[in-house]
């Protein structure tokens, strides 16, 4: 069975930064991405970053330049660094992880809260 943990939210003043880590268990399969989307009170989940296999990666606009994902392939471990937080970055953080077969899995979410 396989579990996502994420770790690493909190609350943080504007223009800090927080690392957000997620760590995949009972993972018996190959994954094709690693990832965070992000949902806000009131809004739609969205895309953040993944981290695909082949080492490439993709970013929403509204983060380029200031978040970075990375991904340890050995560990089933995929992070999140994020600088110059802004309030809206608020939202709950989930974690993703998708197969080359089957259905994603999805972490229970942690809470990133930007205010001063």
């Known amino acids: 069975q396989v579990q996502l943990v994420e770790s690493g939210g909190g609350l943080v003043q504007p223009g800090g930064s927080l690392r957000l880590s997620c760590a995949a268990s009972g993972v018996r399969f190959t994954v094709y991405v690693m990832g965070w989307y992000r949902q806000a009170p009131g809004k739609q989940r969205e895309l953040v970053a993944t981290a695909i296999s082949d080492g490439s990666t993709n970013y929403a606009d509204s983060v380029k330049g200031r978040f970075t994902i990375s991904r340890d392939n050995a560990k089933n471990t995929v992070y999140l660094q994020m600088n110059s937080l802004k309030p809206e970055d608020t939202a709950v953080y989930f974690c993703?992880?998708?197969?080359?077969?089957?259905?994603?899995?999805w972490g229970q979410g942690t809470q990133v809260t930007v205010s001063s």
């Open positions: 993703l992880l998708r197969p080359f077969v089957g259905g994603d899995y």
